[in-house]
């Protein structure tokens, strides 16, 4: 043992001493600090994302010269997008997308103003529309709970909206008494959105949330009986949509 004890105590000897005979001679030792200042990373915080929903337009503003339409309601359309994105920090992004509101049905009533009408009668109205949407959005992240981020935005833009014939029919009627022709034009547009995104890992993230989009107005072409345009003003939708999330690092 006083053997092993010996040879310990030179061996310790040693390393105290080395760093003295090193200094005698000049010689600094080097120390190899972690650097304070991460390295950037390139293409961090960009993103690409797509997306689905179901879109249920609620209300339709639509006039005929002074003659308001009542009662218009759409059929429930599928809408399909897609876009890219910043995450600036871990509070804000924005990002750039289009959506296609697939076609989807108008129907509404009107005064019959028609020589064979009577005092009351009212006619039916039907259309179709569809539409593509340009926005830019941004929206404010909520930290990050469990790997679920909740968020709100809003967006703005423009949407390229297209109507399809619209026809009216006299009460009884089963073939349409006007019918005015189909049209597209371009349009303000706005939208509201709130939701949470889920971290799948692997720099993909769920997305689900609700949309309420706003689109200014639309109108049909002119018709061949009587003159003037139909037109369409507020056209409010409300959307559930589900999307994914890519991170591009």
């Known amino acids: 043992m006083r053997q ?8 310790a000897l040693g390393l105290v001493a ?4 090193a200094a005698d001679y000049g010689y600094q030792p080097t120390i190899n600090a972690p650097s304070m200042i991460p390295p950037e990373e390139i293409g961090t915080g960009w993103y690409l994302r797509g997306d689905v929903a179901v879109n249920r337009t609620t209300r339709i503003d639509a006039n005929w010269r002074d003659d308001r339409f ?4 759409a059929a429930d359309s599928r809408v399909f997008g897609g876009g890219i994105g910043y995450k600036y920090n871990g509070w804000l992004r924005g990002d750039l997308t289009a959506d296609h509101l697939d076609p989807f049905t108008v129907r509404g009533r009107a005064k019959c103003r ?7 009668d009212v006619s039916s109205e039907q259309t179709t529309m569809n539409a593509w949407l340009m926005m830019a959005n941004g929206y404010l992240d909520f930290g990050n709970w469990a790997g679920i981020t909740p968020y709100v935005g809003g967006g703005v833009g423009m949407a390229y909206i297209s109507t399809g014939k619209h026809l009216s029919y006299n009460p009884g009627d089963k073939i349409a008494d006007d019918s005015f022709g189909a049209s597209q034009r371009w349009s303000l547009a706005a939208s509201a959105m709130a939701g949470a995104s889920y971290d799948l ?7 689900a949330g609700y949309k309420y989009l706003w689109i200014d107005k639309a109108e049909t072409g002119t018709s061949g009986n009587v003159k003037g345009q139909v037109q369409y003003r507020d056209i409010t939708s409300h959307q559930v949509r589900v999307g994914l ?3 591009v690092y």
């Open 70 to 73: 009542t009662t218009m309601k």
């Open 4 to 11: 092993y004890a010996r040879i310990a105590a030179v061996i």
């Open 201 to 207: 890992g692997n720099g993909f993230q769920l997305d």
């Open 245 to 247: 999330r890519y991170f």
């Open 114 to 120: 028609n020589a064979g009408c009577l005092p009351g």
């Open 18 to 21: 080395q760093p003295v005979v």
